[in-house]
């Protein structure tokens, strides 16, 4: 229970402090906000240590997001990396106290160099900044830490004022989710964004279908064999009249125990709902979950089926 205690306390404490940094969205925000949309470079992200860590994340996520962004060590900035640095660039220097020598020391290379500088910092008024013209405040009240020393709360609300500070500047860039499609082509973020239901839908042998005219019992043959619970159901033509699966079977077994020697056309859902192949695999997932279903036919613009689209296929992919 102590444990608990604890645990409860710092999530507390780091929600509070989080909360916190909303009263400090003031000019100097906007001001960085500008400063990273009309950047004609990149996005350069310092900090040392636990600073390091948030400073590593922020870059990522700006890059993940249309801001071209990469991470320098302060130290090895010292030793040659420096050079990485070109006019056209801004840098994000993170340090919560100003105290470190590292950015004491390359603070006032960057100053030499011309470049645009945004401090994110939790001491505004260090000697170290100065001669900033951007300063964003992160301060927090108190650390999660029980003693007030270890980096808790204060990387927190940092991490979440970059965060803050990266999707104002990519929605004033006018990013889009097709954009964000491109930036992440691989894992679930991708999947999406880009799988249509035709990347997933089971298709020619393995799209269960039967014709009106064939028994219950013929309908689970198909089914059986293709491993999927549920088969379409075509008339003459070819175009699909209705669709049947294992939940409809075992309704009917409770009233009817000679069902499998019926016509599938007599106990079949009619006029079944169905999908398209250039749906979005994610808006069919949502029909799936609206409808509480496990599986739907996917048809052409002419209502024949061209596969079935089952649930468990969606989850493999990441999509729910």
């Not at 930036?183 to 035709?198: R, Y």
């Not at 043959?221 to 669709?243: D, E, P, Q, W, Y």
Request: glycine fraction near 8%; aromatic fraction near 4%; charged fraction near 25%.
């Amino acid at each position: 229970m102590d444990n608990f205690k604890i645990a409860k306390e710092t999530l507390n404490i780091e929600a509070k402090a989080v909360e916190q940094q909303i009263k400090h969205l003031d000019a100097n925000f906007s001001k960085a906000a500008a400063l990273i949309k009309n950047c004609k470079g990149r996005v350069l992200v310092m900090g040392l240590g636990k600073s390091g860590l948030v400073g590593r994340k922020i870059s990522a996520t700006m890059s993940s997001v249309g801001i071209p962004s990469a991470f320098i060590h302060p130290s090895e900035s010292l030793h040659g990396d420096i050079g990485m640095v070109m006019k056209n660039d801004v840098v994000i220097m993170l340090s919560y106290s100003g105290e470190t020598e590292e950015i004491k020391k390359v603070f006032p290379v960057l100053r030499r160099m011309k470049v645009e500088v945004i401090v994110m910092t939790g001491k505004p008024k260090a000697v170290a900044w100065q001669d900033c013209k951007c300063i964003i405040n992160c301060c927090v009240e108190r650390e999660a830490c029980p003693y007030n020393l270890a980096p808790t709360a204060s990387t927190t609300a940092m991490l979440a004022m970059g965060d803050a500070l990266a999707l104002t500047v990519s929605n004033l860039k006018g990013f889009k989710k097709e954009n964000l499609a491109l930036f992440h082509p691989l894992g679930a973020i991708g999947k999406k964004l880009t799988m249509h239901v035709s990347d997933i839908m089971r298709k020619g042998k393995a799209n269960p279908v039967v014709k009106e005219k064939a028994s219950v019992e013929d309908a689970l043959l198909v089914m059986t064999g293709t491993r999927v619970g549920a088969t379409s159901v075509i008339n003459k033509n070819g175009k699909i009249t209705g669709f049947f699966t294992d939940g409809d079977l075992r309704r009917h077994l409770q009233q009817d125990e000679k069902i499998l020697k019926k016509k599938i056309s007599e106990v079949m859902t009619k006029s079944p709902r169905t999908i398209t192949p250039d749906m979005m695999a994610v808006d069919a997932a949502k029909i799936l979950k609206e409808y509480n279903i496990d599986n739907i036919p996917v048809v052409s613009k002419d209502n024949k089926p061209l596969g079935i689209l089952d649930q468990g296929d969606l989850l493999a992919e990441g999509i729910s």
